[in-house]
């Protein structure tokens, strides 16, 4: 039998994941139009696919699951911590490796660590499907993005650092 509360759940993760898609697409023509430039382009597909895979998990194996309320908190602080990563890039947040030849945002989370949308990320692969109980599905994609982040970062660092 269906589980209500998780189907609403995971609806709003997948609503949210489409908004942050239109939200990066737009931000990136943006910054594209500045003369910024993609770097990394070629993993790309391979994040969306692991990301499409972490939802379809979601759904598959956790339509019926009880939401656990302790780990929907844990969400929920996650969310506030989105809210702030995303007002302090404003139109420079992208899903994509886009360097802009202006000096890096140092303002909210950026001013304590270098990397704090990839630490949401890490954080939101474990927790939203622990919020369904789902240990197996937290723990294999954690592994799986930590090998992508491991990719990214680094592609991400050495652009940064001036190499292409």
């Known amino acids: ?17 489409l908004g942050e898609l239109w939200l990066a697409r737009r931000n990136t023509a943006r910054l594209m139009a500045r003369g ?3 770097v990394g382009a070629e993993h790309y597909p391979l994040i969306v696919a692991l990301h499409a895979s972490w939802i379809a ?3 598959i194996f956790g339509w019926q699951a009880e939401v656990s ?3 929907l908190a844990v969400y929920a602080v996650l969310q506030a911590f989105r809210v702030w990563i995303l007002a302090s890039l404003g139109a420079r947040w992208t899903t994509r490796i886009i360097i802009l030849d202006e ?7 950026y001013k ?6 990839y630490m949401l990320v890490v954080a939101e692969i474990f927790v939203t499907p622990m919020v369904l109980g789902l240990i197996w599905v ?11 982040l491991a990719l990214r970062i680094s592609k991400e660092s050495a652009a940064l650092a001036g190499g292409r």
Not at 138 to 148: C, K
Request: cysteine-free; glycine content about 6%; hydrophobic content about 60%.
């Open 1 to 17: 039998m269906a589980s209500i509360p998780a189907l609403l759940f995971i609806g709003f993760v997948i609503l949210q994941r």
């Open 138 to 148: 937290a723990v294999l994609f954690t592994v799986l993005n930590g090998a992508m």
């Open 57 to 59: 998990a979601l759904l």
């Open 36 to 38: 910024a430039r993609e």
């Open 112 to 117: 304590f660590v270098s990397h704090p949308n």
């Open 69 to 71: 309320l302790v780990w």
């Open 103 to 109: 000096p890096l945002v140092r303002r909210g989370p």
